[in-house]
């Protein structure tokens, strides 16, 4: 199994700001991912952050608005750009090695004001 | 990822068993039936996973019809803990492979004491 952690747990910030999250898993993963669930909503991903390239998007998503970086195997930041209140998210960090379940960090509540 | 269907909330007694169900009419030969569930302010995490013959772990057990177009998951004594929003997740071969999940609505199941 994995332990993923995330910083902040949550935040308020203002319009027109960025916040960098920070995911930290405990344990050497080939995959790791980003997932935003919007209030009410189920997940959505919105990446594959991909060691030492850049991340992989999806549909919707674009790399100018939600930057990602994994600098090793262990480690990815997300960047919420030029923010505003539908932002206002909770944003998962997640990883899975090889033919395994995927592991979920505990979530980063993001309140855009 | 072939598409799944689950009834959108269930109710169940403490102590009791549980049986969601999950419509995957769409399932090709290599999917991989996949459930998870996400606790109140928690990330998601895995329960079980199969691919024809019924499964059994030590949280759940996973019981696949014979053509593969539905499952149900089967939680044999339910507690309090066990309510949480439970999604059922096609993926191919086992969950090997770079993509991240594709999450549908759930059901939102709720453990009355």
């Known amino acids: 199994s994995a332990v993923i952690s995330q910083k902040p747990s949550r935040d308020i910030c203002q319009r027109g700001t960025s916040l960098t999250i920070q995911c930290q898993v405990d344990s050497q993963v080939t995959m790791m991912f980003w997932y935003r669930q919007q209030p009410g909503q189920s997940l959505t991903l919105i990446a594959t952050a991909n060691q030492g390239s850049e991340a992989t998007y999806e549909s919707g998503f674009v790399i100018d608005k939600f930057p990602i970086s994994r600098p090793n195997l262990t480690f990815s930041t997300l960047t919420v750009s030029n923010m505003s209140p539908e932002d206002s998210s909770i944003y998962l960090c997640?990883?899975?090695?090889?033919?395994?379940?995927?592991?979920f960090g505990p979530g980063t509540r993001l309140t855009v004001l | 990822d072939a598409k799944t269907t689950q009834p959108n909330s269930m109710e169940s007694n403490e102590e009791e068993p549980v049986h969601l169900p999950c419509n995957h009419s769409?399932?090709?030969?290599?999917?991989?039936i996949h459930w998870y569930r996400q606790l109140p302010s928690q990330g998601p995490e895995y329960v079980i996973h199969?691919?024809?013959s019924n499964v059994n772990n030590r949280m759940a057990s996973l019981a696949i019809a014979e053509d593969r177009k539905s499952s149900t998951l089967i939680l044999h004594r339910a507690t309090l803990r066990d309510a949480a929003v439970y999604y059922c997740i096609l993926r191919p071969n086992s969950g090997g492979g770079a993509d991240g999940l594709t999450f549908g609505k759930g059901t939102h199941l709720i453990i009355q004491p």
């Open positions: 199969g691919l024809t």
């Open positions: 769409t399932i090709s030969g290599t999917d991989y």
């Open positions: 997640s990883a899975k090695s090889g033919y395994n379940e995927q592991f």
